[in-house]
Each structure stands twice: as structure tokens, then as C-alpha cells.
């Protein structure tokens, strides 16, 4: 309807103001009981002329004309890009140099961990064997050209800048059967989170990890459009899983795929190519595991054997840090402690959630409850449930051992829920709401100013201490439990 479509133009800069105000108060600290939320406090790591400055930019994104205009430019600029398949050579490396630019310069959590273990003579890692055995043969050649330890990860920084830039490309090819006639703005709100850090130079098995589920992703939505077999979405994830075992996860979407595509009316469930697709899947880690033990990799297979020791809670060590969130009732262990949902837990995930993906909650609710129907309406949607409930109790369970550190534990999980939100925004009918772009427009640019920008700029090093991501603030004391309430870092946790 026309008219409520104005009158819901009309009340959204009212609405914008509010949200503005309630996310800059969060940013100063003016919020007594939110002071230690460290996902929406990323301002007070920067100069105060630059936090000045964003708070202007993002009140100006409030007012109408200025949206209109941020608007038009975003839509023009996604059109030229899609019209322009020459540029993507270009468009790739920009993207991966100006992740270089912005590229980490502290290692802290388990980045220093893996180029320890790496350093030590271990091949490859448990759950991360392909990407920590990628981060370690790129750290054995870096050794040999330098002598100091900056230098010496540069080739992973690289790798992960280009993985970057790779993802972009990925999940630009992938928005086009998940938001037909709107790729480049799905593009964007996929990617318009502080998820973008993982591939500044993070040394890490994420950037590694993304590039192949986003990979993954393409694969699968192009399967559904009939335009590729299932060897092809099959194989993809199996290269995610050697990369980390945490792709599992996505099994469930592989096998709901076959579901999706069969004839209307079929009877009999298709277990012929579900066994395809899981045998093609665990195709690459076999190979991989197999050629390990043939090369004379026991002392890592037997390593690998202690960690699922870990996992599964079999290991009877007293030195064991626990890899899941605590029991209600169970006892204390090493690592920061997280009991199942408790108010230290829901922190947790709500930062985290802000941090990587500020767009996916709010978008999915508002669907869930304006417009249920079409959370599951859509075969894209239905492969979406299927991948973001494992990936959900995935979240939930897993226990971040470094606290704040481990902002980029769940990055996968942020990952499909924000592509799931942008299918189902961008598919909404174009009759909808004559507001739509000026609401979209202002969650892209309040998700840049408020989260992205901000935790880009301080990934080379903060200028103020402001919380846990200020340079040194790190300890593996984290390890022993948590710090008592004298630590400045207690009140993060």
C-alpha cells in the first residue's frame, strides 16, 4: 500500500535517530551497564578526531537526502560492476590490497598457538588439518627467506588477503541465484561486517576456511538452479572439511540438496546420491590422512587421536582444556569459563554476533515475525535452515577458550546466516515498501561506520586502550581460568 509505504518513509529518520543515539552511547561508554561490551566500544580504541568523525558520518546517514543520494551511488556502482565482467581482475586485487593495508600486526589467541606448532616440526593440526597444514608449509617458506618473525608470516598474510579477495568473488557469483536482480547489493550486505577482518592478514584457519564455504555456497545454489552436478557442491565442501572439521556442519545442507531438486511426487528418498555426495565429501580428508600415515605422520595421527580424546570427553588428562561450553552443575577447567547459556556465555555470543555480522539477527527476526513465511519459502531458504541449525547449536556449544580473543570462532556461522538474511531481504517484492533501499542503505552504512571501519582500523594497532583488542592485552593466563577482578581484562570476559 502507498500510503504505508510514505508513512513508513517518513517515521524511518525518527527511527534512525534513535538507533543512532542508543549505538553511539554504546561506543563512548555513556551506557553504565554496557561499559564492557566489547564489540560496540570500538571507537574508544581510535583518536578522538576519528571517533568524532564517524559519529558525524553516521548522523548523517540518518537524514533522507543523504540516504537518497548513498543510495543511488550504491546502486549504480553494483550495476557497473556487474556489467563490467572485465573488472573483476581489478576489483580482485584491490580488494586484496587494501585488506593488506589494513593487515593485523599482533598475533594473540590461537594465531601465536598454530605458528608455534607449526615452528615445533607438527605437519598439520586437529579439527584445522588443511589450513593449519596451508599456514604452516607458508611459515616453513617463510623461515627461509627471513629471520624475524613479522616477516616470516608474510606469506600467510598474503594467503589470507587473497583469500579475501577470493570470497568476494565467490560470494558475488553465488548472489546471483540467491538475490536475482540484486547480486551487488547482496554482495554487500553479506559482506559489510566486521567478518572482512578475518582476511586482513588475520593469521588464522578462517580466511582459508570462508574462501571455501563461500565457495561452497556458489556451488550449491547453482546446483539447485540445475546448472552444475553434485560431484561439484560435493567436492567443494569436502576441501572445507580437510580445511576444518568444523564444515561438518554443513553436511546436513549437502544432503538436503538432493531433497530440493527431485522430481514432484517422488516416493523413495534418494540415498544413492546422498552417499555420493557424503563419499565425495570426505573424499579430500581421507586422501589426506592416508597419505600422512603412508609418509610417516604417526606422531600427528596420534596427536589428532588426543584431541578427539578432547572432543568427545574420553580424555581422562587433567592438563585437558575442555572444548565445550560447561554443564550447568558440571566442575571448573582451564580456559575461560563459559556455563551453557549463562549470562557470561549470552555476552559473549551477542558481541560476537555484532561483531561479525551486525545485519543477520535483526534482518531474520524481522522476517521470522513480520513475515514467516518466507523464512521457508523459497528452496534457497530451505537449504539455508539446513545449514545455519548445525551450524546455530555449533555456536552454542563450542566453548571459546580465549574469551574476546575468539571473536572469529563462529565466523562460518555469521557467514550463512548473513547470506540467509540478504536472500531474504533482497527478494522481497519490489512493492513492498517504498523505503526498502533508504533502510538498506542505512544498514550497510551504519554497519560500516559502527563495526566494520572501526575494527579495521585498529587491526594494525590501536591508539588507545580501550578494551581487550588494544595492543598487549592479551595474556596465556587466560589459560589457568579466569583473572580475578583486579585484571583489567575480568570485566571483558
Known amino acids: 500500500m502507498k500510503s504505508g509505504g510514505q508513512l513508513t518513509s517518513r517515521a524511518l529518520s525518527p527511527a534512525f535517530l534513535v538507533c543512532w543515539f542508543v549505538l553511539v552511547s554504546l561506543q563512548f561508554g555513556w551506557v553504565p551497564g554496557a561499559r564492557y561490551a566489547w564489540a560496540y566500544n570500538l571507537w574508544q580504541y581510535l583518536p578522538p578526531e576519528v571517533a568524532v568523525l564517524l559519529a558525524v558520518a553516521s548522523l548523517s546517514v540518518c537524514v533522507r537526502g543523504v540516504r537518497l543520494y ?282 560476537a554476533a555484532h561483531l561479525l555480522s551486525p545485519v543477520a539477527v535483526p534482518i531474520l527476526l524481522a522476517a521470522l515475525f513480520l513475515e514467516p513465511r518466507t523464512v521457508y519459502a523459497s528452496d534457497q531458504s530451505r537449504f539455508f535452515i539446513s545449514a545455519c541449525v548445525p551450524l546455530v547449536m555449533y555456536a552454542l556449544v563450542l566453548r571459546p577458550v580465549w574469551g574476546p580473543f575468539d571473536w572469529d570462532l563462529f565466523s562460518v556461522t555469521a557467514f550463512f546466516l548473513t547470506a540467509w538474511a540478504a536472500h531474504l531481504f533482497a527478494n522481497e517484492p519490489p512493492d513492498a515498501s517504498p523505503a526498502r533501499a533508504e533502510f538498506y542503505t542505512w544498514l550497510v552504512a551504519s554497519t560500516v561506520l559502527f563495526v566494520t571501519l572501526p575494527f579495521l582500523l585498529i587491526a594494525p594497532g590501536a591508539t588507545r586502550e580501550a578494551g581487550p583488542f588494544a595492543g598487549g592485552s592479551f595474556t596465556y593466563d587466560l589459560l589457568e581460568g579466569e583473572p580475578d577482578e583486579a585484571n583489567p581484562l575480568a570485566p571483558w570476559l
Not at 72 to 81: E, G, M, P
Not at 248 to 269: D, E, F, I, S
Not at 274 to 282: D, E, I, Q, S
Request: aromatic fraction near 10%; hydrophobic fraction near 55%; charge should be positive.
Open 70 to 351: 548513498l543510495s543511488r551511488w550504491v546502486s549504480t556502482a553494483c550495476l557497473a560492476l556487474e556489467r563490467m565482467p572485465a573488472a573483476s581482475l581489478v576489483g580482485f586485487a584491490l580488494v586484496a590490497l587494501l585488506l593488506w593495508l589494513f593487515r593485523e600486526r599482533e598475533l594473540y589467541g590461537d594465531s601465536a598457538i598454530l605458528i608455534w606448532g607449526t615452528s615445533t616440526g607438527s605437519t598439520f593440526l586437529f579439527p584445522d588439518i588443511g589450513a593449519s597444514f596451508l599456514i604452516g608449509s607458508l611459515h616453513s617458506l617463510g623461515r627461509v627467506y627471513a629471520l624475524a618473525l613479522p616477516e616470516q608470516l608474510i606469506g600467510i598474510q598474503v594467503a589470507a588477503c587473497l583469500c579475501g579477495a577470493a570470497t568476494v568473488v565467490f560470494v558475488l557469483r553465488a548472489a546471483a541465484y540467491l538475490a536475482p536482480g540484486a547480486r551487488g547489493a547482496a554482495t554487500l550486505l553479506i559482506l559489510c561486517g566486521g567478518l572482512l577482518r578475518v582476511f586482513a592478514g588475520h593469521v588464522e584457519v578462517y580466511a582459508f576456511l570462508l574462501a571455501a564455504v563461500s565457495a561452497y555456497l556458489w556451488a550449491a545454489l547453482a546446483y539447485l538452479e540445475g546448472r552444475t552436478s553434485l560431484v561439484v557442491p560435493s567436492l567443494v565442501l569436502g576441501v572445507a572439511i580437510w580445511l576444518h572439521f568444523a564444515a561438518l556442519c554443513l553436511v546436513p545442507c549437502l544432503l538436503v540438496l538432493p531433497l530440493l531438486t527431485r522430481p514432484a511426487g517422488a516416493a523413495t528418498l534418494p540415498i544413492g546420491k546422498w552417499l555420493f555426495a557424503v563419499g565425495t565429501a570426505l573424499l579430500p580428508v581421507t586422501l589426506f590422512l592416508v597419505g600422512a600415515a603412508v609418509l610417516g605422520q604417526q606422531e600427528e595421527l596420534a596427536r589428532m587421536g588426543h584431541v578427539l580424546q578432547e572432543l568427545t570427553g574420553t580424555a581422562n588428562r587433567p592438563d585437558v582444556v575442555q572444548r565445550w561450553v560447561r554443564a550447568w552443575g558440571a566442575g571448573p577447567s582451564r580456559g575461560t569459563e563459559y556455563v551453557f547459556l549463562s549470562v557470561g556465555h549470552l555476552k559473549y555470543l551477542v558481541n
